[in-house]
């Protein structure tokens, strides 16, 4: 019975996650806010259901996907993205009690005049804002922008950095209060009506102006208000919600809600999209579910007719919005390294605890590589295509390489490596996702699936091999510095695990590298140009082989070689995140800061390592002697 | 001796210290181009023997460093003395040798492409034909003969570097000789018209200004008129601290000191100053966006001239050159830049003499056009522009692509159709070149470079073609192959011995050396 406790606990995680594998319903007698949010858009380049765009603009705002109802209903509860983007779209005024804007900075809270600290009477927890609380100051806001959005880059202070990130917010929030309809609207299916109503009357008008003829004033200014309004919604920009009318399933001809005014004014039929979009909001301010989801029914079988592709890609990005594979996988690897860490501690004893690990790992490896296909899939791209991507493949890397090293050795090593792997890469992965859309679109240089798929794969697994090289480094001096559990054969295998992912790591990044270079021959006609990135590869390279002929010529022993590899992980640090920080180059993301206080921490983490690493083994908890 | 040597040159310690070296060097070199810009921090790193610390430097950078030649050529001579001292067949070493044979021929080609390789760029509106491709940075004096018969002009030209060494010029099928008596490698040119209309205008404003505070009278109103501006009041606001006025109330504040003689005329020369001060800033503040208007760039000169306490006297200009364009233009030397995206603007002034007896002085630089010279009843175009180099082909523009993703700014795609032409090969045919996929023809590889819509061209599109001569282009093709398999050998050889061994090491012994 005993031997099967893992397999049942593995049994009940996998349950958990196929029970999110599900297309997303909705609560009988509610607004359909799911099937409301599959409904595909075009934004950012790239056609996604309504529920992606929702995510992306709360995370840019919250830093998260969901909103707490603020004071006033109770009980308080949680907003779904999508649940927000309703009230966002149909219902402004009530968007605008919601605390979408996440303020932590205090001068920032100062200038806006915001609560410093949490105040449960209102439900306030001191980080979040709403749009009401800080309107008032917006002018403020402004003008804080506009001094800061001056000062170069690297010498913004947080508060700059701050206020700008701020800024953004309110324009995001803007635009989206502004897709369907202005935001001012209080019932926008009768205005839209009217006002194409107005139209016949209002150009007859404008003709008769123009000839010097007496004209009928109302229509025309009827129609002159409206278009005044559509200029405001131009002005920001928002998402294009209306498909073209014949082949929808292309992505020329989608329109935003203001151009279709323009079109409306000059005589052309009003798109069914529009009418639905309208229909909608009479439905969600009038609290009719009956009529909100009649009218996102029509407008899907409309749809339906035209283009059913977008329709199933709608519902293909939503279900896998709605799994967060990754978020789950962050779970399951944190489950796995403490079942390992355990086990490592006490080896003897707790062997259940290392087949849990390890099935649980394979659960999670399957459930990553899941994740990382349906991307793929979604994307019509190979694995990494940016800086996020990179990271979840680093970390699906690094985990295929510990199993492999698992299986070979089969002490928990393996094991531990994957899911600490795992973890902090997804973490990394996390973090990078609050900028914005992870699947935007590919520049036209680096539109080329032939070398994503080559060199960028290839390259990223050399980052990927050379990390684990270094993870197993750091696990050599943990454990053999702070505890007794690093024995003498242990050492020696992983050292050998060491040296083996080295060679694997060589081997992968100088592919990877020289394919970089012949991709930048293809398209710039250079092979080498020392862009900053490309010296980042080069000196993982140089830095493994050296860490080769350094043990082949018997220049470095055992730890010595350790602390090769363990700075292997600056080197590759500095070449995935530090060069990008330069702001130089062609592979510039501009200046992350909050990435440059983890980078410069993790850094002087391994250099501290590399110290116990050299204090010599009397000092040591585990004997080596 | 020799045999120390050799066991030095062979020895794999070598080649350790090499390689952190190597990185050292790639990782002080990518920090170098944050300051000094991605191709002086290449030519002072990578392309050289030995860095230096010179003036002005970050703190970081050491006394002197090995540089990449210095590192490239040790590298080198490393492996190949210790390839030939160990070299011995066998299936084991069949990796390592390919592997090493391959970063041989890398190093190689890396050198043959320092040396021999040259990037042009060919920039054309559409329906243009082009048979040259210009240089992006090099520069070349030219005198252009009358067209033949068959309209083909003769073209004399002298490298910028020569021009630069300001020694005479001189070629058999000229009838002159050129005296380079000035030049500069960057400079700018500024019509004479533009640069005293601005300092009119200024000295003008500046009269103006001194006018306004010439009399205590003039205070108050001057301070009702500054407070219903913000800018205007804030400098008021500092002027009356400077006399112990804190309120902020400007016009009561100016009432006050009108009547007191004893502040009011500190007060007017602190306003007058800080007035100044502001306008003359004005002048100067001109956004990078707008360094291509010429007023703008007068606006830019002459405040800072008055700035720095010089004076623009419009009627007493003196003009760069007696002959030419020259005559109509200033022609101001500046520092020479480094960055990715600037570009320096060289200059010369030259004097021609045909038999002894000079002709005048010209002024040439790629900002003005050719200009002409009569010589023995002969004329010739002379002038300053980017070095060209010809084809015995042409490329004619046929229309250009560029997309972007629908609602936003990212670039999709662009695309030029070419039509090439070779009359000698009797060749004549459609060729689109777009990213990533370049038009290798005639030892030269053609890329997608730039693209844009000009107004002056009435909205047509243009596209600028980057133009690679390099003879090496092969060798990282085969370096990688051959190197890749070679590791590949290499590690599955170990991977298959690897697996095979037990899994866990008995003994003490340190695993076996590869």
Known sequence: MKKYIPHLIAAIFALWVASDWRTPNDRAQAIPANAFARLPVLSNGRIQPLDSLARNTLLQICEKQSVRTGPGEEPARSLSAAEWMLEMFFQQELADTRPAFRILHTELKGLLGLPMEADPATHSDGKHFSWNQIRDKLAELRDEARRASAVAESSRTPFDRAVLQLWNAVGLYMRTQNTVQPQDSKNWERELQSFVDAVPAGREAAKAQQAGQPFESAPLEQLIRQLQRASVMKELAPAMIIPPPESGESKTGWLRVDEVLFNLARGDTMPPALRAYAAMGTAFRGGDPVAFKAAVERYRGELGQSAPALLAKGAREQLFN????????????????????????????????????????????????????????????????????????????????????????????????????????????????????????????????????????????????????????VLYVVLGVFTKSLTQDMAKSLSKMVYGIVCFAALFSFIGTVLGGIWADQSWGRFWGWDAKENGALMIVLWNALFLHARWGGMARERGLISLAIFGNVVTAWSWFGVNMLGIGLHSYGFMSAAFTWLMLFVTTQLVLIGFASLPVRFWRSDLR | MSQRLWKFLTSLKVTVVLLLLATLLVFLGTLAQVNEGLWEAQERWFKSYLVFRREGDVWWVPPVFLGGYTIGFSMLINLLAAHINRFQFGWKKVGIHLTH???????????????????????????????????????????????????????????????????????????????????????????????????????????????????????????????????????????????????????????????????????????????????????????????????????????????????????????????????????????????????????????????????GVWAVSPELTLQEVQVEGRTFKIGFRNERYYQPFS??????????????????????????????????????????????????????????????????????????????????????????????WQFLYHLVGFLSKPRTPKGNSLPAKA
Request: glycine letters at 8%; charged letters at 20%; hydrophobic letters at 45%.
């Open chain 2, 395 to 488: 490329l004619t523009l046929v229309k250009t692509t560029h997309e972007v993703y629908p609602g936003t700014e990212i670039p999709k795609n662009f695309q030029s159709r070419i039509l090439l032409e070779n009359k000698e090969k009797g060749e004549k045919r459609e060729v689109d070149i777009s990213m990533n996929n370049p038009m290798r023809y005639g030892g030269l590889t053609f890329y997608q470079h730039q693209m844009g819509r000009t107004e002056a061209t009435g909205g047509k599109g243009t596209s600028a073609l980057q133009v690679v001569r390099n003879p090496g282009w092969i060798t990282p093709y085969l370096g990688c192959a051959i190197v890749s398999l070679g590791m590949a």
């Open chain 1, 322 to 473: 709605h799994l967060e594979p990754f978020y789950k996988c962050i779970i399951l690897y944190i489950t796995a390294g403490l079942c390992v860490m355990i086990f490592t501690l006490a080896p003897g004893k707790l062997g259940m605890l290392r087949d849990t690990a390890r099935l649980l790992l394979l659960m999670t490896l399957a459930l990553h590589s899941a994740g990382l296909i349906y991307r793929m899939v979604l994307e019509g791209r190979p694995p990494v295509t940016n800086l996020y991507s990179s990271a979840i493949f680093i970390g699906w890397g690094a985990c295929v390489l510990g199993m492999v090293l698992e299986r070979v050795w089969k002490n928990g090593i393996g094991v531990l490596v994957s899911s600490s792997a795992g973890f902090l890469t997804l973490i990394i992965a996390h973090n990078l996702a609050l900028g914005g859309d992870t699947m935007e679109m590919m520049r036209a240089v680096l539109d080329t699936n032939f070398w994503l798929a080559t060199h960028v794969v290839v390259v990223t697994l050399g980052y990927s091999s050379t990390f684990v090289a270094g993870l197993l480094a």
């Open chain 2, 101 to 359: 044979a391959g970063v041989v021929l890398l190093l190689l080609g890396q050198l043959v492409t320092d040396m021999l390789s040259r990037e042009s760029f060919m920039r054309f509106v559409e329906g243009e034909t082009r048979s040259y491709s210009e240089a992006h940075r090099d520069v070349e004096l030219v005198a252009i003969g009358e067209a033949d018969k068959d309209g083909r002009e003769r073209v004399i030209s002298f490298t910028g570097k020569a021009v630069s060494r300001r020694q005479p010029l001189q070629n058999a099928e000229l009838p002159f000789e050129i005296k380079v008596l000035e030049y500069a490698e960057n400079s700018q040119v500024l019509s004479l018209s533009s640069v005293s209309e601005v300092s009119a205008q200024l000295t003008t404003a500046l009269a103006t200004l001194e006018a306004k505070y010439a009399t205590p009278e003039g205070l108050v109103p001057e301070a009702e008129r500054a407070a219903e501006t913000e800018g205007r009041a804030a400098v008021w606001l500092e002027a009356l601290k400077t006399v112990g006025e804190s309120g902020k109330d400007i016009v009561a504040a100016a009432r006050r000191i009108a009547a007191d003689p004893a502040r009011e005329g500190k007060l007017r020369a602190e306003l007058k100053a800080r007035f100044r001060e502001q306008m003359l800033g004005a002048f100067q503040r001109v956004p990078p966006m707008q360094m291509a208007n010429e007023r703008m760039r007068s606006m830019k000169y002459v405040g800072g001239e008055l700035a720095a306490g010089r004076t623009v006297n419009p009627d007493a200009l003196q003009p760069a050159s007696t002959q030419g364009a020259g005559q109509r233009v200033l022609l101001l030397p500046l520092a020479a830049v480094r960055g990715m995206d600037e570009q320096n603007v060289p200059s010369a002034k030259v004097e021609l003499f045909a038999k002894g007896t000079s002709l």
